[in-house]
């Protein structure tokens, strides 16, 4: 671990879009419309009401998919859709070596600050060892808030007892940075892994050469 003078002590992580791609976003959902032959515009509707309680841990990918797809009989079952729903997620291993460097580099504490629903959260982490860089998942599953929500960066920031100085906030989505930054946490808005890599630079966290 290298001692410097950078005051960042953790990193707070989004995954989809940095880490993984996005583990159910329109695409996803378009192309599971196709798969299965749904009408994806009256699937998306559905999605739009109804995809806020999952996310926030207030129903099961059962109850969800329940009113998504399976509110009236179909030609393929619960686990066949669920199959194709998980099988979305790709990882972005230059993403994960960078942050894992940095971690073991600097002893950077870090903690994954995601909108995500149970299942496909759980499913993720264990897939893809998201475990072995980090520390702790304050999932909108979990914390039972959604990001812009402003509870959901607070509770990050308490459970590594940290200050919003101490810490850079990693997020593809401009909206969810510019909440992060309203409490005083710093930010990194993910472009690509080049852009990340210099803005980690630029806030003294810099991996050594390979």
Request: glycine residues 4%.
């Amino acid at each position: 671990m290298i001692q410097d003078s950078s005051p960042i002590k953790a990193l707070l992580l989004d995954i989809g879009g940095i880490f993984l791609t996005n583990g159910w976003d329109r695409g996803s959902r378009k192309a599971a419309a196709d798969h299965f032959n749904i009408n994806f515009e009256e699937m998306n509707e559905r999605h739009r009401i109804i995809f806020d309680a999952y996310e926030s841990g207030k129903s099961t990918l059962d109850e969800y998919l329940n009113l998504l797809v399976f509110y009236e009989s179909r030609p393929f079952t619960p686990q066949d859709f669920k199959s194709f729903m998980m099988g979305q997620s790709q990882p972005y291993l230059d993403m994960i070596s960078l942050v894992t460097q940095l971690k073991q580099q600097y002893g950077l504490q870090t903690i994954a600050v995601n909108n995500e629903g149970k299942e496909i959260n759980e499913y993720r982490i264990k897939q893809y060892n998201l475990k072995s860089f980090i520390d702790v998942f304050a999932s909108s599953c979990i914390i039972q808030a959604r990001k812009p929500d402003k509870s959901i960066y607070t509770t990050a920031l308490d459970l590594l007892q940290i200050k919003p100085k101490e810490a850079i906030y990693l997020d593809d989505r401009l909206v969810f940075i510019q909440a992060a930054q309203q409490l005083g946490i710093n930010t990194i808005h993910h472009i690509n892994t080049e852009t990340t890599r210099s803005a980690f630079n630029a806030f003294g966290l810099r991996p050594e050469a390979v």
